[in-house]
Antibody, heavy 121, light 107 residues
């Protein structure tokens, strides 16, 4: 069964860059899904889609985060990554990597376990 | 971009009550809608997909309906273990969009 695991620093200083990696196990990142994505959830708040990347590299971003975010994919390592630049306390959140599961109307989301990233000096 | 508007943002009901949560899409999305339940500190759990199909293992008191722009999640006979936040999500593209969430509490 395909599994996703986020990794990266749990604490980032304001104005710096948040960098997270999602490692895919149990299958190939090139063939297990058409695309992969990142979602975040600030403490006590709702879910916010950050962006998605197709395995060939094309990307789509939430307009509210597009100017600061970059998603990339490394098929040789079976990983995809997220960078968010110039972070502030508002970027404190649990970050989930995820992938679509199923086809057509039956498409849902498979989630990683999530990683809490706190922005603080 | 398609926006998902979920209501109410919170509700309080008694054990055994029927609870209804609605989700409205700004454009028609067919049956491309999923509902998730999230308890504090946990990963969202899939309840309903394709607007009305119950995920395996989910209690039958949960039900989904709707198509196009208007969708409903119903909990028949609310149980204490149903205390959670519920989210709708459109699933028709790589641009995932979620409703704002509905926090369900026991009165």
């Amino acid at each position: 069964q395909l599994q996703l695991q986020e990794s990266g620093p749990g604490l980032v200083k304001p104005s710096e860059t948040l960098s997270l990696t999602c490692t895919v196990s149990g299958g190939s990142i090139s063939s297990s899904s058409d695309y992969w994505g990142w979602i975040r959830q600030p403490p006590g708040k709702g879910l916010q889609w950050i962006g998605s990347i197709y395995y060939r590299g094309s990307t789509y971003y939430n307009p509210s985060l597009k100017s600061r975010s970059t998603i990339s994919i490394d098929t040789s390592k079976n990983q995809f990554s997220l960078k968010v630049r110039s972070v502030t306390a508002a970027d404190t959140a649990v970050y989930y990597c995820a992938r679509p599961s199923g086809r057509g109307e039956m498409t849902t989301i498979d989630w990683g376990q999530g990683i809490l990233v706190t922005v603080s000096s | 971009d398609v926006q998902m508007t979920q209501s109410p943002s919170s509700l309080s009901a008694s054990v055994g009550d029927r609870v209804t949560i609605t989700c409205r899409a700004s454009q028609a999305i067919g049956n491309y809608l999923a509902w998730y339940q999230q308890k504090p500190g946990k990963v969202p759990k899939l309840l309903i997909y394709a607007a009305s199909t119950l995920q395996s293992g989910v209690p039958s008191r949960f039900g989904g309906s709707g198509s196009g722009t208007d969708f409903t999640l119903t909990i028949n006979s609310l149980q204490p273990e149903d205390v959670a936040t519920y989210f709708c999500q459109k699933s028709n593209s790589a641009l995932w969009t979620f409703g704002q969430g509905t926090k369900v509490e026991i009165k």
